[in-house]
């Protein structure tokens, strides 16, 4: 019997460390839910409230106006009248685009048109230009090339047109150079006889000088003693 005492105690003894156990367990939790519940933080839906009060009172006006509309008022008849005067009013809106397009675009034509008439009258009175342009050029060279001539000769002589003219014609720098030309071309024996007579003459400058002074003097002819150089390339 003692022995069944004790393990009857031992047993009650567990149960009660086993519930003490629990409800200490319990207690704990019912701490930590108080303790988060109190960490919580309540939002303050006061002004989103007063927000929504004002959008709601702006869609009740809003519905209000459309409740007011002359267009609900309307009846389908009334609606569709409506609908078939608008219709007509954008056709007639659109024949007057399309009349003032229309009307901008046989313009441009017509503009198109001038310019090209214009252009080509322009064409033809340039060829006449050009016709008459190149006729005056050679009107004014025949009457050049028949007058030029009498009209150098008229001027006064200290002018020199006339031998201007040469030398501009055979296109020398100088006059004395178109001389020579000139010379070369209308007698050519005489122009050799100039040129083999030019190295003589600048050879014996100083002894056909006195000779041309003792005949001065002597009023006759006398004679000369000239120096005559071997010719080159002998």
């Given at each position: 019997?003692?022995?069944?005492?004790?393990?009857?105690?031992?047993?009650?003894?567990r149960?009660?460390?086993?519930?003490g156990?629990?409800?200490?367990?319990?207690?704990?939790?019912?701490?930590?839910?108080?303790?988060?519940?109190e960490a919580?933080?309540?939002?303050?839906?006061?002004?989103?409230?007063?927000?929504?009060?004002?959008?709601?009172v702006a869609?009740?006006q809003r519905?209000d106006?459309?409740?007011?509309?002359?267009?609900?008022?309307?009846t389908p008849?009334?609606m569709?009248?409506?609908?078939?005067?608008?219709?007509?009013?954008?056709?007639?809106?659109?024949?007057?685009?399309?009349?003032?397009?229309?009307?901008?675009?046989d313009?441009?034509?017509?503009?198109?048109g001038?310019?090209?008439?214009?252009?080509?009258?322009?064409?033809?009175q340039?060829?006449?230009?050009y016709?008459?342009?190149?006729?005056?050029v050679?009107?004014?060279?025949?009457?050049?090339a028949?007058?030029?001539?009498?009209l150098?000769?008229?001027?006064?002589?200290?002018?020199?047109w006339p031998?201007?003219?040469a030398?501009?014609?055979?296109?020398?720098?100088?006059q004395?150079?178109?001389?020579?030309?000139l010379?070369?071309?209308?007698?050519?024996?005489?122009?050799?006889?100039?040129?083999?007579?030019d190295?003589l003459?600048?050879?014996?400058?100083?002894?056909?000088?006195?000779?041309r002074?003792a005949?001065?003097?002597?009023?006759?002819p006398?004679?000369?003693?000239?120096t005559?150089?071997?010719?080159?390339?002998s």
């Amino acid at each position: 019997m003692d022995e069944d005492d004790r393990d009857s105690e031992d047993g009650a003894a567990r149960a009660f460390a086993q519930l003490g156990r629990e409800v200490s367990l319990l207690r704990a939790a019912i701490e930590g839910l108080t303790a988060a519940r109190e960490a919580i933080e309540i939002p303050d839906y006061e002004p989103t409230l007063a927000r929504t009060e004002k959008i709601l009172v702006a869609l009740a006006q809003r519905i209000d106006l459309i409740a007011k509309s002359p267009a609900l008022a309307m009846t389908p008849e009334q609606m569709a009248g409506q609908i078939a005067s608008a219709a007509t009013a954008a056709r007639r809106e659109d024949a007057r685009l399309v009349a003032e397009a229309r009307s901008a675009l046989d313009e441009a034509t017509r503009e198109i048109g001038n310019r090209l008439a214009s252009a080509r009258r322009g064409d033809e009175q340039n060829r006449w230009l050009y016709l008459f342009g190149g006729g005056g050029v050679l009107l004014g060279l025949v009457l050049y090339a028949a007058f030029a001539g009498w009209l150098a000769r008229a001027t006064p002589d200290i002018w020199r047109w006339p031998e201007r003219m040469a030398t501009w014609t055979l296109g020398e720098a100088t006059q004395w150079n178109a001389g020579q030309r000139l010379m070369q071309s209308a007698a050519p024996e005489s122009w050799a006889v100039i040129v083999a007579a030019d190295p003589l003459t600048d050879g014996n400058r100083e002894a056909i000088d006195g000779c041309r002074e003792a005949a001065a003097k002597q009023k006759k002819p006398v004679r000369c003693t000239i120096t005559v150089g071997a010719e080159r390339g002998s």
